[in-house]
């Protein structure tokens, strides 16, 4: 039996079957796709299930205001995936006349969808030969072909493995197949011994130790600027970047710093002492927030709300917060 007829054999009796988004939706596969993204089934299977229930069709999505969708994916992180999702959904929408488009070149167009994505949403929802290549698949191809490198050139090499195993029948089991392959079998630690691909598998037990990048630190210091009639101010952040459209505290870059942007914001009120320091760690690089209390007697006129103020309070729907963010939100206003 080939590679493939292997794959294939040993995801009948050992893959997954009954995950929420195997169902023949190509909204709520690619809903599923990229949420998957950088993110286990685990942690997604849930944030699924609530998208699933809030937002059913691509319309409801394409409708609704980008406010919510961050809201709903906060704590998922890598939050640019939000903002895509719902930025493809109105132009399905508008593009597509609601349809979403089977071909490689209209998926690829649409923002937050790159090859191995459109792969995967070719191959689940029309069961399209198309190949993928996430971290699993490429975990799997790289140590049953012996492949080390890391570079462009070995991830050419891959793709050609990833098109020549992809079969032109029973695609979107053997998409699921090969990614559950990676992901049961094939692991950091693999498991050999029950691996269907042993036999022929190049893979000697060890691995050069994956570049270590050290990981640049940088502090803020985040302001809990509150007033007990008017709640927690909070800041809607640049529609880019890391935390891109989210609702976060007003931020400086250090202690010194803090005094002369009340001011800038129109608060005369003196800072309180410094909390404990909250580190979060992000990809490429980990950040310290400093959060310091500073409690208002009279907000005044200066700080009315408007479409990137507002003030929070914990009777009112949850805005979409980074995940620190809401952490040091709901301390404080537990114990304000
Ligand atoms: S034999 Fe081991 S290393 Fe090779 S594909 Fe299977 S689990 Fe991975």
């Not at 197949?177 to 042993?198: F, W, Y």
Request: aromatic fraction near 10%; hydrophobic fraction near 45%.
């Amino acid at each position: 039996m080939d590679f493939t007829g292997r794959v294939l054999a040993w995801y009948q009796r050992h893959g997954r079957h009954d995950l929420p988004w195997q169902v023949p939706d190509p909204y709520l596969r690619w809903l599923a796709e990229i949420m998957l993204q950088q993110t286990t089934v685990t942690a997604a299977r849930p944030y699924f299930e609530r998208f699933r229930a809030r937002f059913p069709t691509l319309e409801t999505l394409a409708q609704a205001p980008l406010d919510d969708v961050l809201a709903l994916w906060s704590g998922l992180g890598y939050y640019a995936r939000a903002r895509n999702l719902h930025a493809s959904a109105r132009l399905v929408m508008d593009r597509h006349q609601g349809r979403f488009p089977q071909t490689l070149p209209e998926l690829l167009a649409l923002p937050g969808i790159g090859l191995s994505t459109a792969g995967a949403i070719l191959a689940f929802a029309f069961g399209i030969p198309a190949s993928i290549l996430d971290a699993n698949v490429r975990r799997v191809l790289s140590r049953y072909h012996g492949i080390t490198d890391r570079d462009a050139k070995a991830t050419r090499r891959l793709w050609e493995h990833a098109r020549a195993y992809t079969p032109t029948h029973d695609v979107a089991d053997y998409t699921q197949a090969i990614m559950d392959l990676g992901a049961l079998v094939c692991r950091k630690a693999p498991q050999c011994s029950i691996c269907p691909l042993v036999s022929a598998c190049s893979f000697k037990g060890e691995e050069p130790p994956p570049a270590r990048r050290a990981r640049p630190e940088r502090s803020v210091v985040m302001a809990l600027i509150y007033q007990a009639n008017a709640g927690l101010l909070l800041l809607r952040r640049p529609a880019s970047g890391v935390w891109g459209g989210l609702w976060s505290l007003p931020e400086c870059p250090t202690l010194p710093d803090l005094t002369p942007y009340l001011a800038s914001l129109g608060f005369e009120a003196a800072p309180g002492a410094p909390g404990a320091v909250l580190r979060h760690v992000f990809t490429h690089f980990a950040l310290s927030i400093t959060p310091v209390p500073v409690l208002l007697t009279n907000i005044g006129t200066c700080a009315s709300e408007n479409r990137d103020m507002m003030w929070y309070q914990r009777c009112a729907a949850e805005p979409g917060m980074p995940a620190p963010v809401r952490r040091l939100v709901n301390q404080f206003l537990e114990t304000t």
